[in-house]
T-cell receptor, first 115, second 118 residues
């Protein structure tokens, strides 16, 4: 049973560029959440997608956008990259129908470096 | 505001000994869940243990147990019989119950780096 798959694993971009990160959720999961984890810090919630719509958003600027496809996979897009966007981006999948469970599964993340 | 605090940036423990990682939380919501995750250098967040706010007993999962003190708003992780493979970053996280626009996002602490010495 494949877990959460994220691609690419590493990425180097230049300031001002745009980047797209991808996530395939665990089989049976239909909700995808994205987190940003700066070096030495805890992950910060970016947004969550369910039924191809953004359901909740954290304190991130509009430069961060996302998409969810009919097969539940998701993309995270970041425009006009800043040096401060350098971080590990984690994707987590879950099933919303199971309340207060611990059904979050995380991927290994995409490490983005902005130079 | 909801918040998780982990006050130990780094911890050392001798192999085969027990270690406690501290976590305090802040929320006025009566219904929430508390999680501990392990993050090795590979980056993946590995689920360790879960405690619901209404659970009467402390959660246990193999060598992991959660010391839940609701009145003190603390949820410390206890790892018994430490192994070299336990060396990693450990995060405490909280999830509020769904409702009022909340869809179950996780709020993480800053993490504690645990090093197990042979």
């Amino acid at each position: 049973d494949a877990g959460v798959t994220q691609s690419p694993t590493h990425l180097i971009k230049t300031r001002g560029q745009q980047v797209t990160l991808r996530c395939s959720p665990k089989s049976g999961h239909d909700t995808v959440s994205w987190y940003q984890q700066a070096l030495g810090q805890g992950p910060q919630f970016i947004f969550q997608y369910y039924e191809e719509e953004e359901r909740q958003r954290g304190n991130f600027p509009d430069r961060f956008s996302g998409h969810q496809f009919p097969n539940y996979s998701s993309e995270l897009n970041v425009n006009a990259l800043l040096l401060g966007d350098s971080a590990l981006y984690l994707c987590a999948s879950s099933r919303p129908g199971v309340s207060m469970d611990y059904g979050y599964t995380f991927g290994s993340g995409t490490r983005l470096t902005v130079v | 505001a909801q918040k998780i605090t982990q006050t130990q940036p780094g911890m050392f423990v001798q192999e085969k000994e027990a270690v406690t990682l501290d976590c305090t939380y802040d929320t006025s919501d009566p219904s929430y869940g508390l999680f501990w995750y392990k993050q090795p250098s590979s980056g993946e967040m590995i689920f360790l243990i879960y405690q619901g706010s209404y659970d009467q007993q402390n959660a246990t999962e193999g060598r992991y147990s959660l010391n839940f003190q609701k009145a003190r708003k603390s949820a410390n992780l206890v790892i018994s019989a430490s192994q070299l493979g336990d060396s990693a970053m450990y995060f405490c996280a909280m999830r509020l119950n769904r409702g009022s626009g909340n869809t179950g996002k996780l709020i993480f602490g800053q993490g504690t780096t645990l090093q197990v010495k042979p």
